[in-house]
């Protein structure tokens, strides 16, 4: 069955401080998995696109991994700021359809 | 840029009542997609279309109706609004898809907030 399972369910983690958020999938065939970041009572925005053959990606503060063998990902922000609070939405395209992670909620604290 | 734009950001409507919630994408992709978002469960999808006049399916159709009359718009039609679909509502749109998985990204509009009572 294709799944997307996102870790940790929620995250509190102090302003300046890294964090790392988990992706596992089970999706196939698997051309890439995207990171989205939704604000809370919007839209999901993309963050980044890793295909197969990419391992790492930067967007500014978040670097995105990707381990095709074992169908991991992960999304590290690096020195967290009060505007990184949101919800962090795995996504890898299936057949004609797209799998959503349930994602992970991320509170930044002052 | 993309801009998918939704009717309305809040809407309160009572049981039995019909409700139409409208999405707009102003890129010309092919495919537009409805979404319900409710915590813990993540996005699920209720229908999608992938050219004028063409629908299908997600994995909770029941209870909602689709229209795609033009490229551009996609509505999603509650013939009688239940409490239980009381959700937030996410529209979003894409470009072509290829059998092995699309390259294209998903825009999503700012969603709709739906109570009813």
């Known amino acids: 069955k294709n799944q997307v399972e996102q870790s940790p369910q929620s995250l509190i983690i102090l302003e300046g401080k890294n964090c790392t958020l988990q992706c596992n999938y089970t999706v196939s065939p698997f051309s890439n998995l995207r990171w989205y970041k939704q604000d809370t009572g919007r839209g999901p925005v993309s963050l980044t696109i890793m295909t197969f053959s990419e391992n790492t990606k930067s967007n500014g503060r978040y670097t995105a991994t990707l381990d095709a063998d074992t169908k991991q990902s992960s999304l590290h922000i690096t020195a967290s700021q009060l505007s990184d609070s949101a919800s962090y939405i795995c996504?890898?395209?299936?057949?004609?359809?797209?799998?959503f992670g349930t994602g992970t909620r991320l509170k930044v604290l002052a | 840029d993309v801009k998918v734009t939704q009717s309305s950001r809040y809407l309160v409507k009572r049981t039995g009542e019909k409700v139409f919630l409208e999405c707009v994408q102003d890129?010309?992709?092919?495919?537009m997609f409805w979404y319900r978002q409710d915590p813990g469960l993540g996005l699920r999808l209720i229908y999608f279309s992938y050219d004028v006049k063409m629908k299908e399916k997600g994995d909770i159709p029941e209870g909602y109706s689709v229209s795609r009359e033009k490229k551009e718009r996609f509505s999603l039609i509650l013939e009688s609004a239940s409490t239980n679909q009381t959700s937030m509502y996410l529209c979003a749109s894409s470009d072509y898809w290829t059998v092995a998985g699309s390259q294209e990204t998903q825009y999503f509009g700012p969603g709709t907030r739906l109570l009813v009572l």
């Open positions: 890129m010309d992709h092919e495919n």
């Open positions: 996504v890898v395209p299936g057949t004609y359809k797209y799998i």
